[in-house]
T-cell receptor, first 113, second 116 residues
């Protein structure tokens, strides 16, 4: 089975810190995604990447950046964390051309204080 | 832009009963995929069922089935013989075109409680 691993399950950071959320998948998937999940708002797309070094903005990219230097790893970066970025962050991957939906990581709950 | 609407933020069902979760979507495309995902308290998102728009037959996976009404742009999920383990957040999702790199668009979710 495809496995998507997010490096931290819970994370607490201070306002203004630079925060890295890491996501690694082990099945050579081309597509990787970062979503943010908030109560009552569902999952909102932050960024996605369809190949190494390629990235596309999603619906809410402000305050975030991403890095994909290797196919298996997709990092979400909060350049200067703010309290309104306190949320659950979900990473997902998908093999190009396959239509079985995503494989998700188990999420990182980030609290910015 | 495509949108997905889940009009029921919360629902509850008695154990062993049947419940239907609603989902509508807005699109001008004719070829797309629809999905239902389950997120239990463990937070792990699990694919429950998917439906290809070109297929008229409703998808079924054990106790889970969908009612896909393409003209009405409706995609409801029916859970039969509800079990305590069905308690979770359920998200409806859409994707078009079926191939390529386009991301899933999710609804806001429905929290399902199962009463023993």
């Amino acid at each position: 089975d495809v496995k998507v691993t997010q490096s931290s399950r819970y994370l607490v950071k201070r306002t203004g810190e630079k925060v890295f959320l890491e996501c690694v998948q082990d099945m050579d998937h081309e597509n990787m995604f970062w979503y943010r999940q908030d109560p009552g708002l569902g999952l909102r797309l932050i960024y996605f990447s369809y190949d190494v070094k390629m990235k596309e903005k999603g619906d809410i990219p402000e305050g975030y950046s991403v890095s994909r230097e290797k196919k298996e790893r997709f990092s979400l970066i909060l350049e200067s964390a703010s309290t309104n970025q306190t949320s659950m962050y979900l990473c997902a991957s998908r093999e190009l051309g396959r239509n079985y939906g995503y494989t998700f990581g188990s999420g990182t709950r980030l609290t910015v204080v | 832009a495509q949108t997905v609407t889940q009009s029921q933020p919360e629902m509850s069902v008695q154990e062993a009963e049947t419940v239907t979760l609603s989902c509508t979507y807005d699109t001008s495309e004719s070829d797309y995929y629809l999905f239902w995902y389950k997120q239990p308290p463990s937070r792990q998102m699990i694919l429950v069922i998917r439906q290809e728009a070109y297929k008229q037959q409703n998808a079924t996976e054990n106790r889970f089935s969908v009612n896909f009404q393409k003209a009405a742009k409706s995609f409801s999920l029916k859970i039969s013989d509800s079990q305590l383990g069905d308690a979770a957040m359920y998200f409806c999702a859409y994707r078009s075109p079926p191939s390529g790199n386009t991301p899933l668009v999710f609804g806001k979710g429905t929290r399902l409680s199962v009463i023993a």
